[in-house]
């Protein structure tokens, strides 16, 4: 019985729960130390214990206050066992001397080592397993042999998965339109400039959003009726007009046969007229009638509440991203994309504006493998342009030097006023690792895009390198003189470059057209017999004089010999001007072995320069008769 | 003073003659299945006296007890054993949802979600799942199987291997018990647990047997376990247990062959267990970088077993030329390119590699650097 006394007033004075510090766990948890410390980094403050040390396969163990001090745990010791329950927020591990399996939340977990006792009576833990337990990352630096316990402050950082919006309706604060949102249909269009935004169900259910400018001479009549008609081989269900208002006239459109029901609407304001276009598999009447009542919420408004908007519009512009090109570019929001979004490497942007077919933001972007450098594309191009165009109509700056936001650039300028353009060009050439990029804008005249906005476009952009293993080779489709062919006559041949095409060749008559400029030549070759060169003066001269005599006619330069290699050619010299348009011609007639050549080229205005001029001149120096 | 501590003894004693037996008992632990049973224990004469109730309802067993005749009915079939490891395991068991839109205008407006499984491997929120679950994903979130979510972030991704680890802020999970990968073989109860198709589906259940072991396909890295316990997109990512309930695979219905009934694949748990190494220690799977490639053996292309080596391509530097056939690596013995990434796997530490090969009816040994 003594015994039994004893031993129980020994567990008695030992079950003596030891109560930890507060729990602290949102706190940062940082112990550091080396191997043979007894002085501990703890949270800040060095705190002296017993040393640790490592055991086993290398598992370092340390005494339980250290777990307690640095995590804040509580410990509870049962004497009996030699059991040691540590609890923490969420988490309750119960360690036992000796015993290399702990419980973690009731679930036995194979210790590395187990907790033990020294010989002067502190309890050892293994550090690791106790740290990474609570939360902790367990780090050994192996230059200075220190060991880390580090724990951040608990942030749930990172959001939870959305689901589709939950607005009720959607729309664009731009073009100010909004409709009921179309609950179980997905988005799988919306076009860069927000013209085009498609939503379907399935392949057979579809509602379609289409905003177009509305061109000056819109007959609205006229197109009611032509719509009509165009759904002649349908049944046609509804048809109805509102022109009460003048500023936004509403057409309405029902009709269906066997397979599909069609729902059409149509608003005309002065500025855009907007398409809103429902089919629906006409045996489904569920999504039919939910369609139609979507299209019908359809709304010329667009208000922020409750209204997820899709426009891309922020301070003015819209930002094209190019993924695969690492690019971006602010446009302004007026601008549509009018290149195709299935190239990868060339955007142009034009103005929505129906009078403006001049304004342009256009991107290229190339390997410099294939174009050079930004410096030798800027000068390929600008000599290119100053050779081809006609000096008396396209002013050209000289190159220059130029700091953007993100890039460094060669650029020029060029200003061009001729019948068919007043136009006023930046032309950027600049480079990032493999590849060159061309960058232009391009205002219309005589009112421009205010240089402000040309350098907030292009301070805009936005350019990492590209990964040149995936993306490849770009090459510029330059439609360069790809090299000669030969034009067959009857009678002669001539080397033309591929650029040409043949348009007609009667044999002895043949007409050629540049596609680069819509230059056309025409030649005609006729027997001589015993003709002289003066003939072909007296000739020319005659037909100067019958010129003269039309009145959109203007003599640029009286019928003179000009030689062409030994080739005697007369050349004479006019200009063709109508409301619309200005070309100049070149008339000239050579002889050659008994057969003469009328040669009649014609060139716009805005391409009557160097280039071609040289280009007609090679042409008819590589003329042979047969 | 003195009463205080006289009521107290007196009170102890009560208890200590309550219990009539000669030692405290509660030093004893009883775990079934890794989980610890919380009552108490009774030792008499060295034979350890457990609660019935408590221990075979821990089992899974049922017990029915009839106080008028104090008979103990207890009843237990395998299905009790697989239920039971269904309740146990089933908290290891995650959901991961996430957002995978692109980015576009029509990505934010539709915000498709897609789901995958994981399986927790450490009590402090480590969970494995594929590479291709992760791939992409946005706005990551895992589903306890008590339905509570956290955000999620992914660790460590290795698409040949389609491994990867997402981490989440919580503490004090049940971690999965890795099976000994020598006790996986054909024929033996395969327990997969995931959420396929929906996310109603949550933490469901299908059972089959281990088909194959060491089975590969075109596009499998390494070797993968082939089983008819049913995989569903959705499931993978998620656990393939044995009857213990211990990890043997981890399912990937990446591999499901279109249309084939019954057969669904597994990365098996000594592939796991490399992978979650190798991500602790180097951050990444370590493979040595090459300054060739490798071609297997026709017959090795279609699977049948072959003596034949892989024949070196491309070379572009070190000792190899292209037509070399390598037969062993760090003397493994590789028929397959399947047999060379399993070496590599089992041996290769950073430090180079050790080829066998033969060249012009010649054996050669070389060490590679890298």
Not at chain 1, 137 to 150: K, P, W
Not at chain 1, 168 to 184: A, C, F, N, Q
Not at chain 1, 281 to 297: Q, Y
Request: aromatic share 8%.
């Amino acid at each position: 019985m003594k015994k039994w006394i004893v031993m129980l007033l020994s567990a008695l004075l030992m079950i003596t729960p030891i109560t930890g510090f507060a729990e602290e766990s949102a706190e940062k948890v940082e112990i550091s130390f080396s191997v043979g410390d007894d002085t501990l980094q703890i949270n800040g403050t060095g705190v002296q214990v017993e040393k640790p040390y490592i055991a086993g396969v290398g598992v370092t163990l340390v005494p339980l206050r250290v777990i307690t001090e640095a995590f804040g745990a509580t410990v509870e010791w049962v004497a009996e066992t030699q059991t040691i329950l540590l609890s923490y927020p969420d988490v309750k591990i119960v360690l036992q001397i000796n015993n290399p399996v702990a419980e973690v939340n009731g679930k036995a977990e194979a210790l590395l080592y187990p907790p033990e006792l020294t010989a002067n009576g502190f309890t050892m833990v293994p550090l690791r397993f106790i740290s990474e337990t609570f939360g902790a990352t367990v780090s050994f630096d192996e230059a200075t042999s220190r060991i880390t316990v580090l724990k951040e402050s608990v942030s749930q950082e990172g959001s939870l998965v959305q689901g589709a919006i939950e607005e009720s309706r959607v729309g664009d604060s731009y073009y100010k339109w909004s409709m009921d949102t179309p609950v179980g249909m997905e988005m799988i269009e919306r076009s860069f400039d927000g013209i085009h935004t498609a939503f379907q169900k399935d392949e057979n259910n579809t509602i379609e959003i289409i905003i177009m400018p509305t061109e000056k001479d819109y007959d609205f009549e006229r197109d009611f009726s032509g719509i009509k008609q165009t759904l002649q081989n349908m049944t046609l269900v509804a048809a109805d007009k509102d022109t009460s208002d003048a500023n936004k006239k509403t057409m309405h459109f029902q009709a269906k046969d066997k397979s599909t029901f069609i729902d059409f609407w149509m608003y005309v304001t002065k500025d855009f007229t907007y398409s809103v276009a429902g089919s629906f598999d006409a045996a489904d009447t569920e999504t039919r009638t939910e369609g139609s009542r979507i299209l019908k919420s359809f709304d010329l408004s667009f208000t922020n509440s409750d209204t997820y908007d899709l426009s891309n519009v922020k301070d003015g512009y819209r930002t094209f991203h190019a993924e695969s090109m690492n690019f971006k570019i602010n446009v302004p929001r007026n601008f549509y994309m009018s290149s195709s979004e299935d190239i990868e490497n060339e955007f142009t942007f034009r103005s929505l504006d129906l009078d403006d077919d001049v304004s342009l933001i256009s991107v290229g972007i190339y390997s410099a493998s294939a174009v050079g450098s930004a410096k030798e594309l800027a000068e390929k191009d600008y000599n290119h342009n100053k050779n081809l165009l006609n000096p008396e109509l396209a002013t050209f700056s000289a190159i220059k030097e130029q700091i953007y936001t993100n890039f460094k650039s060669f650029e020029y300028t060029n200003e061009i006023h001729c019948k068919s353009e007043d136009s006023y060009k930046r032309d950027v050439f600049f480079s990032l690792g493999s590849y060159v990029y061309n960058v232009s804008v391009t205002s219309k005249l005589p009112d421009p895009m205010a240089a402000s906005t040309v350098n907030a476009i292009l301070n805009s952009i936005v350019l990492e390198k590209i990964d040149s293993d995936a993306v490849g080779i770009l090459m510029r489709n330059d439609m360069e003189t790809d090299g000669f062919y030969t034009v067959e006559g009857t009678k002669f041949t001539m080397q033309v470059p591929a650029t040409y095409s043949e348009v007609s060749n009667t044999g002895d008559s043949v007409l050629l057209m540049d596609n680069r400029t819509a230059t056309l030549m025409q030649i005609d070759v006729e027997y001589s017999d015993g003709a002289q060169f003066k003939d072909v003066m007296d000739f020319a001269r005659s037909r100067e004089r019958e010129l003269k005599t039309d009145k959109e006619v203007t003599i640029l330069k009286s019928t003179e010999q000009i030689k062409l290699d030994d080739a005697r050619f007369s050349e004479l010299l006019y200009v063709t001007e109508t409301e619309d348009s200005k070309s100049y011609t070149r008339e000239m007639i050579g002889m050659k072995n008994w057969q003469v050549l009328f040669v009649t080229v014609i060139y716009n205005e805005l391409t009557y320069g160097k280039t071609l001029l040289k280009e007609t001149d090679e042409m008819l120096k590589s003329i042979a008769i047969k | 003073m003195v009463n205080f501590t006289k009521k107290c003894l007196i009170a102890a004693l009560a208890c200590v003659l309550l219990t009539g037996t000669a030692s405290a008992a509660s030093h004893v632990r009883v775990y079934v299945n890794g989980m610890r049973v919380n009552e108490d224990v009774i030792l008499q004469n060295d034979r350890t006296y457990v609660p019935l109730r408590a221990v075979s309802e821990a089992m899974g067993a049922q017990v029915d007890w009839d106080g008028n005749t104090s008979s103990a009915y207890i009843t237990f079939s395998e299905d009790d054993a697989i239920a039971q490891l269904v309740e146990n395991v089933s908290p290891s068991v995650v959901t991961i949802v996430g957002n995978y839109n692109d980015g576009s205008d029509s990505g934010q407006f539709n915000n498709p979600t897609m789901h995958g499984s994981g399986v927790i491997y450490k009590n402090n929120g480590h969970i494995i799942t594929n590479a291709h679950v992760v791939k992409d994903i946005k706005n990551l979130t895992v589903v306890l199987s008590s339905g509570e979510t956290y955000p999620g972030r992914v660790l460590f991704s290795d698409e040949a291997a389609d491994l990867a680890i997402v981490k989440i802020e919580k503490l004090g999970l049940t971690p999965i018990t890795m099976a000994d990968p020598s006790t996986i073989v054909s024929g033996k109860t395969a327990i997969a647990i995931g959420t396929p198709i929906s996310l109603s589906m949550r933490n469901t259940v299908t059972k089959g047997i281990i088909s194959g072991v060491d089975v590969v396909l075109p596009d499998s890295h390494y070797k993968i376990l082939q089983t008819d316990a049913s995989v569903n997109p959705g499931n993978s990512g998620g656990p393939l247990l044995n009857i213990r309930g211990e990890l043997v695979g981890i399912n990937t219905s990446k591999f499901a062959g279109v249309g084939i009934e019954g057969m669904c694949f597994a990365i098996p748990v000594d592939t796991v267990t490399h992978a979650i190494s190798q991500f602790e220690q180097h951050g990444k799977i370590l493979r040595p970088a090459l300054p060739f490639t490798l071609q297997e053996s026709w017959e090795a292309k279609i699977g049948l077993p072959t003596l034949k080596g892989l024949t070196v391509k491309n070379v572009s530097g070190g000792e190899l030329a292209n037509g070399d056939v390598i037969t062993a690596l760090n003397d493994i013995p590789v028929h397959s390119l399947a047999d060379w990434n399993e070496a590599i796997k089992g041996t290769y530490t950073g430090n180079g590699i050790t080829v066998t090969f033969t060249r012009g009816g010649e054996a050669y040994v070389s060490h590679l650097t890298n």
